[in-house]
Every structure is written in C-alpha cells, then in structure tokens.
C-alpha cells in the first residue's frame, strides 16, 4: 500500500516511521524549505556568530512511557537533552529543537517546498494535486496539518472531517528573537509571565545544552495578546515585547545584535479530540497535536495512534 502524508511535523513524521517499520511504502510533502514544521530553529548571522533560537516550541515533556521511549533513543544519542531551566519534565532537541525531527525525516521520503494544493478521488485511493504542477496517486492519504489547514484540504473530499477540523480553533503566537552582545542579568533562564501579561514566555535559548553563539532569547507573546495584535507590522511587534521584556527583568536591554519577529498564526490548539481520525473504508486518516492536545508530546503519540490503526 502506498501512503501519502501531507505534513512532515512531528504527528506526520511519527506516523511515517511506526509505518515505515512495518514496510508501507510512504511518501510525505511538506510546504516547508526544511524539516520541523512548528519544532523549527531559526539561526541568523551576525559579527558574534551565528545565533540560534528555537522559535517554536521551546522545550517539551515526556508523560506518554511510549513517547519516553522514543526520547531516551534521542537521548542516548544526543539529539535531545533535559533542560531543568523550563521545569523538571522539560527537554529540548540538542543542538537545536529541530535534531529529532531531521533525524526522522532523513530515514523518509520527503518532498519539502512542496505544498499539497488538494487532495482528489482517484478511484481507487487519492491525487495529491502539488503546487510545482504535478500529482501524485496514493492508495492512502493521511492529512498531518494544524487544524485549520487541514480543514482546508478535507472539505472537498470528507466534509464531516474537516468540520471537526474547523471546530478546533489554534491559537496564534507572536514570537520575537533576540541576539546580545553580552549575557542579561535576568534571574532565570525561562521566564513566565500571565495570560494578561505581553510577554507568556522569555527563554534563553543560548543557555539550552549543546548551543554556541551569541546571548539568544526567544519572546512569546501570550495568546490574547498576539490575537489582539494579530496583523501589526512586524517591528512593532518586535518593539513592544522587548520593551515589555526589558520591564519584566527590570533593566535596560542593550542593543541587540540581531532580532526578528516571526508570527505563529496557528500555534498551539484549544480544542482536544479523539486522538485520530481514521476512516478504514475510504483509506483516509487525519493526525496531528489538534486532535489529542498541544504539543509535541502529543503530535507524537496521535502519528503513532494513527499508524498503528492503519497497521491493524
Ligand atoms: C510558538 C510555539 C510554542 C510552542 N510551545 C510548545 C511547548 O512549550 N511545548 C510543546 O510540547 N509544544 C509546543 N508547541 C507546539 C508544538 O510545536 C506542536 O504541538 C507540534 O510541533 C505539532 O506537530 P504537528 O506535526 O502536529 O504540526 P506541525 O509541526 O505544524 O507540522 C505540520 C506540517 O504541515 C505542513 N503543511 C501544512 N499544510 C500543508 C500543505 N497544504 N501541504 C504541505 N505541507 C503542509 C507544515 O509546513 C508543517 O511542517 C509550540 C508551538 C509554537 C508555534
């Protein structure tokens, strides 16, 4: 059976391997220039080096003994590492976010820079229509997207499906990077704020193991906040969460070196679902962290619920 699996994240690409293992020929496309979908590191050049800044997810857990051992594996070969620093469960891909997710997509087929514009009947199974102009048949279709994308690309063909896709709302996250030349004197490495604060989440990301380069954090605005300001121009975003930032540790930040905004239209998921879809009759199956939970954690263990299910 051939599957195609639109979306290389993390849910695609853990669905992808338990398939793999079990020797279905599978083929993923991704939008994306590379790997990581929302693990993705952002690095930028400047005179110091080349700083780094994980400005997806920051860190994650491991509850799920499955999903733990899958992190032990990363561990062990140091893709991924603890970071006390975000909490006693927390962890991080080492040298950046993206390591696991590269390190899974290598052992794949993986079109990248390649959006799925539709998915078609083929009688029997699916066309995935690609942006480049060609299309590719499968007997099976997963569809590995945030909700609201997935949404998208069901409504034509399962329109059930994609109203459940509809109903999970994401939330949005804007994000701002920034690179110093010297280290802040903030009292901790991950920093908290309120719901009704700008900033949810100041991270030092230079402090996570394996990193090199400049001073680096990463700025989350809180979700009200990035609804409220969800199509403001870029540097003034940039302005206003360093400002509130420089507020939050109480001191005056020094020039950065490098800093950029970049906004996550659909962050993190609200809603929580049944874990899959799975439609057996019409070789159709839906994954990702909408339909279980936020999270990489969660991605993780929908890819793999999903895989097994087509398995068995
Ligand atoms: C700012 C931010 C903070 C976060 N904080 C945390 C945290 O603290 N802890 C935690 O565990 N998680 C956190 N997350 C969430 C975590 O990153 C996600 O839960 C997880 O990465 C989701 O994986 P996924 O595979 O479901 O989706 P994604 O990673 O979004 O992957 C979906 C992929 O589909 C691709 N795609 C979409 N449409 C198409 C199309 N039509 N054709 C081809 N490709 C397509 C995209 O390019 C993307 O690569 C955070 C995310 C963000 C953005």
Redesign the pocket.
């Known amino acids: 059976m051939r599957i195609g699996i639109?979306?290389?994240?993390?849910?695609?690409?853990?669905c992808a391997e338990a398939l793999s293992r079990r020797n279905y020929a599978v083929q993923l496309?991704?939008?994306?220039r590379g790997?990581?979908?929302?693990?993705?590191t952002r690095r930028v050049s400047t005179a110091l080096g080349e700083a780094s800044f994980d400005?997806?997810?920051?860190?994650?857990?491991a509850r799920d003994p499955a999903f733990r051992q899958r992190l032990d594996a990363w561990i062990a070969s140091g893709m991924a590492a603890a970071w006390p620093a975000?909490g006693p469960t927390a962890y991080v891909g080492v040298p950046s976010m993206g390591t696991p997710i590269r390190h899974m997509a290598a052992g794949q087929a993986v079109r990248f820079a390649?959006?799925?514009?539709q998915i078609e009947a083929a009688n029997p199974g699916w066309r995935f229509v690609l942006?480049q102009g060609d299309a590719v048949e499968v007997d099976f279709a997963v569809v590995?997207?945030?909700a609201e994308?997935?949404s998208?690309?069901l409504d034509p063909i399962a329109p059930a499906f994609a109203a459940q896709a509809a109903a999970a709302r994401s939330v949005p996250?804007w994000?701002v990077m920034l690179a110093f030349a010297e280290k802040l004197s903030a009292s901790a490495d991950w920093l908290q704020g309120n719901e009704s604060d700008t900033v949810g989440?100041a991270a030092r990301n230079s402090a996570k193991p394996g990193r090199t380069g400049p001073e680096a954090w990463v700025l989350?605005a809180t979700a009200s906040w990035s609804s409220a300001h969800l199509e403001a121009d870029q540097d003034w975003v940039a302005n206003e969460l360093t400002a509130a930032f420089a507020d939050r540790i109480g001191a005056a930040l020094p020039t950065p070196v490098a800093r950029a905004a970049h906004r996550?239209r659909?962050?993190?998921?609200v809603a929580v679902g049944p874990g899959i879809i799975y439609d057996a009759h019409r070789q159709l199956g839906i994954?990702?962290?909408?339909l279980l939970g936020?999270?990489?954690?969660?991605?993780?263990m929908?890819?793999t619920s999903l895989a097994a299910r087509i398995a068995g």
């Open positions: 639109v979306g290389a994240g993390m849910a695609g690409l853990a496309f991704d939008k994306g790997p990581g979908g929302r693990m993705s400005h997806g997810a920051p860190a994650f857990t975000a390649t959006r799925v514009l942006e590995a997207t945030p994308q997935a998208a690309l996250c994000t989440l989350q996550w659909y962050a993190n998921p994954c990702g962290d909408w936020p999270g990489v954690e969660a991605a993780w929908s890819g």
